[in-house]
Nanobody, 116 residues
């Protein structure tokens, strides 16, 4: 069983930056494809970024490409999302996801609010 806990959300002004963390316990993250999703108020959850184990590359949605960076620290069993040049449309609850070994795991989410 894999347990994920997100942190690092908060209130930030447009143009600012945040770094989200997703700490894992129970299993090692390098067995899983890792991703970040977000959900804005009144909208469906949407894909943000991922690290695919099949090729080791990072992928991003068009809306965050060039502004967000997904990374991982394998010894720390943690995945990160560095978010720069934030805009109000980035507001939402951000969720960490780990997919693999026949299971799909989610964290509880962390709130990001971009507002002046």
């Amino acid at each position: 069983q894999l347990h994920l806990v997100e942190s690092g959300g908060g209130l930030v002004q447009p143009g600012g930056s945040l770094r989200l963390s997703c700490a894992a316990s129970g299993r090692t993250l390098d067995d899983y494809d890792l991703a970040w999703f977000r959900q804005a108020p009144g909208k469906e959850r949407e894909y943000v970024a991922e690290i695919r184990r099949s090729d080791g590359h990072a992928y991003y949605s068009d809306s965050v490409l060039g502004r967000f960076t997904i990374s991982e620290d394998i010894p720390a069993n943690t995945v990160y999302l560095q978010m720069n040049n934030l805009i109000p449309d980035d507001t939402g609850v951000y969720y960490c996801n780990a997919d693999g070994i026949g299971a799909d795991y989610w964290g509880q989410g962390t709130q990001v609010t971009v507002s002046s």
